[in-house]
């Protein structure tokens, strides 16, 4: 869920200097083997591929004149950050991308290299690497369609790194999504001491608060580093029925897309309406899922 950083490329940085966080490497490692119970400690990450498998899947439909049936993404290599036990990895898959799930925990490189050899489609098209971002980027300049950074942000020691990061190994025009928390009042109250505390939704100690990310900081941050900021939606969870929501507000949860530079001035109009149409569709994937 973290990485680590060199950035030879651009600038010198030493590489002692990280944006892996060893404090949130310990805590994943502990829980590596509980990735794929879905009712365990990532059941609300399980039910989020509701709204974000089509969230992803929509939006890149919307920017492509190509569109192959039953395998909407093949042909697009896929750079999933922080990919945990495969979550996200796997549905991606087996909707055709390439998908490339590195992770700076052995041990959930190790869960997910099993979960997917069950499945002989997803153990050609996934490959996975115990790696931070930043140890890839040199081997990766420009390599990548897409980058998923989900639930990753709000871990990572240095964001702008990490951002700096994405936009080296992804393509002129490549899109990056993003899900995170907000930092706000409620995303304290609900986010850490109900979600954690009170009803044990995650485990106790997953998140600090002041590493949540609001969506303007994360803007800012991604404009200034190349990026143009397609679309923030906020996200609700309901711990009753387990399932995830597209709502209005972005106080708690939120998804945002981004395009690295590059991108031809028209395809601004033309994302346009696609894009409420691709959440309309979205919507109700995630709320129908």
Same mark, same amino acid.
């Given at each position: 869920?973290?990485?680590?950083?060199r950035?030879?490329?651009?600038?010198?940085?030493s590489?002692?200097?990280?944006?892996?966080?060893?404090?949130?490497?310990?805590k994943f490692?502990?829980? %590596? #083997?509980?990735w794929?119970? @879905?009712e365990g400690?990532y059941?609300?990450?399980?039910?989020?591929? !509701? &709204?974000r498998?089509?969230?992803?899947?929509?939006?890149?439909l919307?920017? =492509?004149?190509?569109? #192959?049936l039953g395998?909407?993404?093949?042909? &697009?290599?896929?750079?999933?950050?922080?990919?945990?036990?495969?979550?996200?990895? $796997?549905?991606l898959g087996?909707?055709? %991308?390439?998908?490339?799930?590195?992770?700076?925990?052995?041990?959930?490189?190790?869960?997910?290299?099993? #979960?997917?050899? +069950? !499945?002989?489609v997803? *153990? @050609?098209?996934?490959?996975?690497?115990?790696?931070?971002?930043?140890? &890839?980027?040199?081997?990766?300049?420009?390599? +990548?369609d897409?980058?998923?950074?989900?639930e990753?942000?709000?871990?990572?020691?240095?964001?702008?790194?990490?951002?700096?990061?994405?936009?080296?190994?992804?393509?002129?025009?490549?899109?990056? +999504?993003?899900?995170?928390?907000?930092?706000t009042q409620? =995303?304290y109250?609900?986010? &850490?001491?109900? *979600?954690?505390?009170?009803?044990?939704?995650?485990? @106790?100690?997953?998140?600090?608060?002041?590493k949540?990310?609001?969506p $303007?900081?994360?803007?800012?941050?991604?404009?200034?580093?190349? +990026?143009s900021v397609?679309s923030?939606?906020?996200?609700?969870?309901?711990?009753?029925?387990?399932?995830?929501?597209?709502?209005?507000?972005?106080?708690?949860?939120?998804?945002?897309?981004?395009?690295?530079a590059?991108?031809? *001035?028209?395809? #601004?109009?033309?994302?346009?309406?696609?894009?409420? !149409?691709?959440?309309q569709?979205?919507?109700?994937?995630?709320?129908a899922?």
């Amino acid at each position: 869920q973290l990485s680590l950083f060199r950035f030879t490329v651009k600038r010198p940085f030493s590489t002692s200097h990280s944006s892996v966080d060893s404090k949130e490497m310990k805590k994943f490692q502990l829980l %590596a #083997h509980k990735w794929w119970d @879905e009712e365990g400690e990532y059941a609300a990450l399980h039910s989020m591929n !509701d &709204i974000r498998v089509p969230f992803i899947r929509d939006t890149l439909l919307s920017m =492509s004149s190509n569109y #192959h049936l039953g395998n909407p993404l093949s042909g &697009i290599k896929i750079l999933d950050v922080g990919c945990g036990g495969g979550l996200l990895s $796997e549905p991606l898959g087996r909707l055709g %991308a390439s998908v490339t799930g590195i992770d700076p925990v052995e041990d959930n490189i190790r869960t997910a290299d099993r #979960h997917k050899s +069950f !499945d002989l489609v997803l *153990a @050609e098209r996934i490959q996975y690497k115990s790696s931070s971002l930043e140890e &890839i980027v040199e081997e990766s300049m420009e390599t +990548f369609d897409v980058i998923v950074a989900s639930e990753v942000v709000e871990h990572v020691a240095d964001l702008e790194m990490f951002i700096k990061c994405c936009s080296q190994v992804l393509k002129p025009e490549g899109s990056l +999504f993003i899900t995170t928390i907000n930092k706000t009042q409620l =995303s304290y109250v609900l986010g &850490i001491v109900v *979600a954690e505390k009170i009803m044990g939704i995650v485990p @106790e100690g997953t998140h600090e608060w002041e590493k949540f990310v609001p969506p $303007e900081e994360l803007e800012r941050l991604l404009e200034s580093n190349g +990026f143009s900021v397609r679309s923030v939606k906020g996200m609700l969870y309901n711990p009753l029925s387990g399932s995830w929501s597209w709502v209005q507000s972005t106080s708690l949860n939120y998804a945002l897309h981004a395009v690295r530079a590059g991108a031809p *001035a028209q395809s #601004h109009a033309t994302d346009t309406l696609p894009e409420t !149409d691709v959440q309309q569709r979205s919507a109700t994937a995630g709320t129908a899922g």
